[in-house]
């Protein structure tokens, strides 16, 4: 059957390279071209940009970024396996195509991209949360992307997007909050993938504020999200009490009350708090 692409149908590719799925490398793969292409443009207009890929696996996100027009994609992927099948997409697509064969973890992804630069990946599960707080917590604000366009289990991605006053709600959701608008965009049942995952999916799209939505410092408002959030049942002037012995006036200059819990407080609060915490 003819593709979008002229190459051949991902069930095909994924038999030709005898790509079983690694459970232990989070592989789950898309091999609907349509659905692909779909998520590639939930991260917008991608020509003239480049885009960084995490886990290409058999290249199914690949072609759609691909065929949505990005400049260059940088597809970064730590099974060696998946090479040659990347090496097909590379021929179709001449000097657009670069593949790294390395660990997402150990690389300086951006060294090799020039900006404008979007992120666009269905990420293993296993490294996917803690690739998003890098890419939140650079040393310096603006960072090296525009946007990242991330595939999550559901349950990861209403906690991104969550507001105050429920379970979801937590660092993930102050750290993403503070400096992007991030939004589920998509969510797939567990069927759209192979094999399929025992959860639901969905798809984030965080696009960078150029400055914080409220001043504050970024190492001091992690201080202070990660103590209140661990823990969370407890009122602020007891889960905060070892940051300052006057925590209490604080806190109420911040306009919170201590009797108050983590999850109550909005995004608003916590800075208020970290610029509190600076006097
Ligand atoms: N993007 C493909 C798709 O949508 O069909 C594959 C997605 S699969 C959920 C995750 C991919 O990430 C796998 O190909 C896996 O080998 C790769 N991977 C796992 N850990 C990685 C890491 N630390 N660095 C780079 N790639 C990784």
Redesign the pocket.
Same mark, same amino acid.
């Given at each position: 059957m003819a593709t979008i692409d002229g190459l051949p149908p991902l069930r095909e590719v994924i038999r030709a390279h005898d790509l079983v799925a690694?459970k232990q490398? *989070?592989?789950?793969?898309?091999l609907d071209l349509n659905l692909?292409a779909k998520i590639a443009r939930m991260a917008g207009d991608l020509t003239g940009a480049d885009v960084l890929?995490?886990?290409? *696996?058999?290249g199914?996100?690949t072609r759609g970024l691909l065929a949505e027009g990005a400049r260059r994609v940088l597809a970064?992927?730590?099974?060696a396996r998946?090479l040659a099948a990347l090496a097909e997409i590379q021929a179709a697509y001449p000097g657009r195509l670069e593949v790294l064969n %390395?660990? %997402?973890?150990e690389i300086d992804a951006a060294a090799h991209l020039t900006p404008p630069i979007k992120v666009v %990946?269905?990420?293993?599960?296993?490294?996917g949360t803690e690739l998003l707080v890098r890419w939140l917590t650079p040393r310096t604000w603006p960072p090296f992307w525009d946007s990242l366009t991330l595939m999550f289990q559901k349950e990861v991605a209403e906690r991104i997007v969550a507001r105050p006053g429920g379970k979801a709600y937590g660092r993930l959701a102050i750290l993403a909050q503070w400096r992007t608008d991030a939004r589920i965009v998509m969510t797939l049942p567990p069927e759209a993938f192979t094999p399929p995952p025992k959860i639901h999916s969905a798809v984030v799209h965080l696009a960078r504020l150029a400055e914080p939505r409220y001043p504050a410092d970024a190492a001091i408002l992690s201080r202070i999200t990660a103590m209140a959030f661990n823990q969370r049942r407890k009122m602020l002037r007891a889960s905060l009490k070892a940051l300052a012995p006057d925590i209490e006036e604080r806190l109420i200059a911040a306009g919170i009350q201590p009797t108050q819990r983590a999850e109550e407080v909005p995004l608003e609060g916590f800075c208020a708090l970290a610029r509190m915490m600076e006097k």
């Open positions: 690694k490398l *989070g592989q789950n793969f898309l692909t890929e995490v886990g290409p *696996g058999p199914g996100l970064v992927e730590k099974d998946c %390395a660990d %997402a973890l %990946a269905n990420l293993p599960y296993n490294v």
